[in-house]
């Protein structure tokens, strides 16, 4: 079940946001400046990356806790962002003033906030069973 999970989150931060994200909304939005781009695509390549080696790690390697570990961090400092949105000027909703929401929730929080309390459950799950 631990793998499961894992690769769950890993399939929302590695694909998921990847294909909702390389369009005319982010990646090729004519909105954004090229720096800004640069800084997407680059965040795009970098958690793709960290979830690939995390499949690796769990479903290769066996080794639960540093995959689980490193996609908390990916998600973690996804809601970190949005929960400090306001110091920066960062927004969930598009040019447009729309939002992606699913029962009022943003799609990233609701996708994100279970990954990350799932993730969270099995490292409190695996420390108990080694005591």
């Known amino acids: 079940m631990n793998r499961i999970i894992i690769t769950f989150s890993i399939v929302l931060y590695a694909i998921a946001v990847p294909f909702l994200e390389i369009n005319d909304t982010h ?40 995959s689980a570990i490193l996609s908390m961090l ?29 029962l009022g929730v943003n799609i990233g929080i609701l996708g994100f906030g279970i990954a990350f309390i799932l993730l969270l459950l099995i490292m409190v799950w695996n420390k108990r069973l080694k005591q």
């Not at 690939?52 to 540093?66: G, H, P, Q």
């Not at 110091?87 to 909703?93: L, P, V």
């Open 74 to 102: 990916v998600t973690g400092g996804f809601l970190l962002a949005f929960s400090v949105k306001e110091f920066y000027g960062g927004s969930m909703k598009y040019l447009d003033g729309s939002e992606k929401t699913f």
């Open 27 to 66: 990646v090729f939005n004519p909105d954004w400046t090229p720096h800004v781009r640069i800084h997407e695509v680059w965040q795009l390549i970098t958690n793709s990356g960290i979830g690939f080696f995390c499949l690796w790690l769990v479903w290769k390697k066996k080794d639960v806790k540093i």
